[in-house]
């Protein structure tokens, strides 16, 4: 596995097959861990024997019988499949399941790409997200041809998933009036403030109406232009289909949700109308949000078909078939909590890679705004606090590929996924606390922290033990670092969890990242079998519940009778983990004067930000 793909931010966890036979479990979670190499069972790191998953019927684990490849191959042909396309950061994926068992994975595609830094915006352009994306969706169709000897020409249906909030903004013509905003640009800041004043709500610096409202506060000169703005995965979608709809769970990364109406609070749209014409009358009726926004579907509902310039788009060979229908476009936080059947309230999941964020489902709303939570949904549209930093472990992979080269000069190669399991197993011989040092992952801002920009530190004192267990669990306590932060608040409002889940490149060494996550939050983290295929495998099961939503079968439902079927695997945290990352934390949180010290000395250099990736 490549650094890239360790440190990816959009990687949900795939699961195992499991016994069609399980009934849905209250308590399930995931199946054990595997190596990342060989897929065999993997053993626990800490001391204790990793479980083997088990029938909650007979205490044995029964594998879901593996079709025959006549079988698999009509599946294929016939279309009895779901495709889930997703925008990462890092990586464009095509992931292809059977309808009939979405944890089955037919084939899968992928295309690599990355932001860049244009007149100090994070940005990608469109055409790389159309020849990104048809490279992805080649690669899967040549996947299943090698694997299965089938190429795919239709799907029983087709879900886009990208990530969320940023800012793209359109003409009546469909034409962008200026480059694609990135959820990572931090520089919307007296916008964000002053609409969570008015709101009511914490509304976030990457928010798609932060991004808006920014604008007109700087009276930019499209602004009169303006007929819609939209989501990655929104615009991807509308050019599929011809609809400009959004799922829920993408659209409350836009503007604010009303649990009640699954859709955009009425009232607040009506306090920020007002706001216009008050501070920009002559903007204010074509900016009127009723206008602009994307129509908002909650998981399950038509959300359009692949028309023929769509399946051009998608397929410039001209095999791919219109007509697929296809499941309302989502965001990356919404395929997480799919992919790790974290829907229902009571459940959470941590999504660690190039950025990381933890959502959890709420049971009531939140007492008090914190600049540290927004309040987003889940793909059916429940309520969701979510902690979300912008920097993951895109530090923590600098330092991997530097201990690799290392080894490379030494004349000792080893490669990526050897060098992290060495690195990450010498975190365990670490001290608890991390020996007194301490380690910044930002290299980009971080509203959490209180920075506008980010320089990456290591930091320690005379008397620090510098070893290298110390150094690998400070900079894997960095990860979670800014993280823990939030989840600090979102404890002290007594929000209660039952079970959170982990996911993404950082977990498949089998027993540390996910230990010390737990020893962050001071609660039991389970893991599932990490997949490549991440997101794109959680917008394929959304794809595939859009048959199932039909005889009124909910999310939550689906995925525990027909996806999850009730496997548990769990990681409790180690008592002198929680009192280390304790410790460690509250001199992470003095430290943060040294990082905004060294963002006021050293300039921000282009140069050296090139190429940094979600």
Known sequence: MTASERAG??????????????????????????????????????????????????????????????????????????????????????????????????????????????????????????????????????????????????????????????????????????????????????????????????????????????????????????????????????????????????????????????????????????????????????????????????????????????????????????????????????????????????????????????????????ASVHHELDVVTTPAGDPVAMVHCNNGASELAAWAGLFGRFAEAAGVPVDSDAAYDALFREALAGESDAGGLLAYNHLAGEPIAGLEEGRPLVVRTPGSRFTLGNFMRAQLYGVFGTLALGMRVLADEGVALDRMFAHGGMFRTAGVAQRFLAGALDAPVSVAETASEGGAWGIAVLAGYLAEAQSGVSLDEYLRRQVFRGFVFETTAHPGDVAGFGAYLDQYRAGLAIERAAVDAIPLAAPTLAGAAR
């Open 9 to 366: 931010g959009d990687t949900p966890a795939q699961p195992a097959p499991a016994p069609a036979n399980a009934p849905a479990l209250a308590a399930q979670a995931s199946p054990a861990p595997t190596s990342a190499r060989d897929g065999t069972a993997a053993p626990a790191l800490n001391g204790t024997a990793t479980p083997t998953p088990t029938s909650a019927l007979n205490g044995t684990a029964t594998p879901t019988p593996t079709p025959a490849p006549d079988a698999t191959r009509a599946t294929i042909r016939a279309g009895r499949t779901s495709l889930g396309i997703e925008f990462g950061s890092t990586r464009i994926k095509a992931c292809l399941v059977d309808a009939a068992d979405p944890s089955r994975v037919l084939a899968v595609g992928s295309h690599e790409w990355e932001n860049e830094l244009v007149d100090r915006v994070w940005t990608y352009s469109l055409d790389a997200v159309w020849s990104g994306v048809q490279a992805a969706y080649a690669d899967l169709v040549a996947d299943a041809e090698r694997v299965h000897g089938a190429r795919p020409e239709t799907f029983g249906a087709i879900g886009v998933s990208a990530m969320m909030h940023g800012y793209l903004a359109f003409d009546a013509a469909g034409e962008l009036l200026v480059p694609f905003r990135t959820w990572r640009n931090t520089s919307t800041g007296p916008a964000a403030a002053e609409l969570t004043e008015l709101l009511g709500v914490n509304i976030p610096l990457r928010w798609s109406i932060a991004h808006l409202h920014q604008a007109v506060l700087d009276a930019e000169p499209h602004l009169p232009r303006l007929a819609s703005i939209t989501t990655l995965a929104g615009y991807v979608h509308r050019r599929l289909t011809g609809r400009s709809v959004l799922g829920v769970g993408d659209a409350s990364g836009m503007f604010p949700i009303d649990p009640a109406t699954r859709d955009y609070d009425a009232d607040l749209v009506a306090r920020y109308d007002a706001l216009l014409a008050e501070k920009a009358p002559a903007l204010a009726p074509g900016l009127a949000l009723g206008r602009l926004l994307p129509e908002v579907l909650v998981a399950g509902r038509a959300a359009g078909e692949l028309t023929a310039g769509g399946a051009a788009l998608l397929d410039p060979s001209g095999a791919l078939r219109p007509g697929v229908p296809l499941c309302p476009p989502e965001g990356d936080a919404g395929t997480g909590m799919v992919a790790t059947s974290s829907v229902a309230p009571r459940t959470g999941n941590v999504s660690a890679g190039t950025s990381i964020f933890a959502m959890v489902v709420l049971e009531r709303p939140l």
